[in-house]
Each structure stands twice: as structure tokens, then as C-alpha cells.
């Protein structure tokens, strides 16, 4: 998160600990875009995703992962993650 904190056009809003954290989040902050990382604890990353959705079906969350051929990428879609991100995606601007 520390990337986008230097965005000019990027505010950083919260960050969570864990799964169950991201969604009490959620509904507290409703951001524009939500970026969940599939491996985190209390609640993974598709639970939470799943049950943000749940409330908020118009929501935006972009899955990251260390993996291109992870499993929980399209389980994470299907629970409605609009995209993903790799965590060692290089900078493109």
C-alpha cells in the first residue's frame, strides 16, 4: 500500500488485518476501488469478497495474489472480484 500512498490521484482510506476487518471496513469507509489479498486470516480473501458483495453488489474489488494460476483467482471472480492483480506486477506509469 505504501505504492499508492505517493499517488497524487490515489487516497488510501483503510487497511484491514484480516477478512472479517476488510468488511467492517467496507461498510464503514464504501471505497471506490477495494484491493484484497486472497491470503489473509480470520476470513480469507473470498469469503470476504463474497460476503462485501452480498451487501454491496455494485462494489469494486481487485483480487491480489502471488500466483498466475491460482485457484482461488476464480473463485474469487465468481464470489465478485471485478479483475486481479499480481503482487510482482511491475509499474507501468
Given at each position: ?14 487497511q484491514a ?13 464504501q471505497?471506490d ?8 486470516s ?9 460476503a ?20 482461488n ?13 499480481l ?7
Amino acid at each position: 500500500m505504501a505504492l499508492l500512498d505517493h499517488e497524487s490521484d490515489v487516497k488510501v482510506v483503510a487497511q484491514a488485518r484480516n477478512g472479517q476487518e476488510a468488511v467492517t471496513m467496507f461498510r464503514q469507509h464504501q471505497p471506490d476501488v477495494t484491493l484484497m489479498d486472497l491470503l489473509i486470516s480470520v476470513m480469507d480473501g473470498v469469503a470476504a469478497i463474497a460476503a462485501i458483495c452480498v451487501e454491496f453488489p455494485s462494489a469494486r474489488i481487485v483480487l491480489l495474489t502471488a500466483y498466475d494460476g491460482d485457484k482461488n483467482i476464480y473463485r474469487g471472480l465468481q464470489a465478485g472480484a471485478k479483475g486481479y492483480l499480481l503482487k510482482d506486477a511491475k509499474r507501468s506509469f
